[in-house]
């Protein structure tokens, strides 16, 4: 049974600092997904990461994927308020169910 | 385009009732999913339909859950006898094959 363990579990960042948040998980999965959710709203599709080695970037987030560490980072680079979501990472089990994280909650203080 | 639409956004039922909870997906899209989010629990997979294949029904918490989908269109999840602990929101995806999941905004399920 896949397992995934997000860390940390809540972030509270100054505006300008970089930060990581990781994504463990337990069994072999060939890709990974990262979602964004704000408040009261639905998941919005971030990255997909398709192979080891992956990485994405779109604007001051970057994600990463190491399926030998069964690993994947998302990077925060010089963090804005609009930041502020919870990030879910979700390997996907046998298919394509998505196995998510507990979430880690960002907030960006000004 | 049109996303992924679920209705109704809300419902409020009473312990005892039966609901039905409705998820269209986007059009073309042969893969549809429904997860459920609760505080307690996270975000979990309930059931998967992939094109004319037999749904992957092995993330139904019992057998008061079922989800049919029709036309290998829309999609409804049936639930039976509601319980104070089906209080979630339903949240339903779709996809091509093997592809990025595209979430719909959810139906809140209360039941008192």
């Known amino acids: 049974e896949l397992k995934v363990e997000q860390n ?8 300008g600092k970089n930060y990581t948040i990781y994504c463990n998980y337990s069994t072999t999965s060939d890709r990974l997904y990262w979602y964004r959710q704000d408040p009261g709203k639905s998941l919005e599709s971030l990255f997909v990461l398709l192979s080891n080695g992956a990485v994405k970037q779109e604007g001051r987030l970057m994600a990463s994927l190491d399926t030998k560490a069964r690993l994947s980072t998302l990077h925060i680079t010089a963090a804005v308020h609009d930041l502020s979501a919870t990030y879910f990472c979700a390997p996907p089990e046998y298919g394509n169910k998505l196995v998510f994280g507990a979430g880690t909650i960002l907030r960006v203080k000004s | 385009g049109a996303g992924v639409s679920q209705s109704p956004s809300n419902k409020v039922t009473e312990k ?3 609901v039905e909870l409705r998820c269209d997906p986007i059009s073309g899209h042969t893969a549809l999913y429904w997860y ?17 294949s037999a749904p992957d ?14 036309g290998g269109s829309v999609s409804t999840l049936t ?16 996809s091509l094959p093997w592809d990025t999941q595209y979430f719909g905004p959810g ?6």
Do not use: H, W
Request: neutral net charge; contains cysteine.
């Open chain 1, 8 to 15: 940390p579990l809540f972030l509270s960042m100054q505006e």
């Open chain 2, 57 to 70: 029904k092995s993330g139904l918490p019992s057998d008061r859950f079922s989800a049919e989908r029709t």
């Open chain 2, 36 to 52: 459920r989010q609760s505080l307690g629990q996270g975000l979990e997979f309930l059931i998967y339909f992939q094109g004319n």
């Open chain 2, 107 to 112: 139906t809140r399920l209360t039941v008192l």
């Open chain 2, 16 to 18: 005892g009732k039966d």
């Open chain 2, 79 to 94: 639930i039976q006898r509601t319980q104070q602990e089906d209080s979630a929101v339903y949240l339903c995806a779709s």
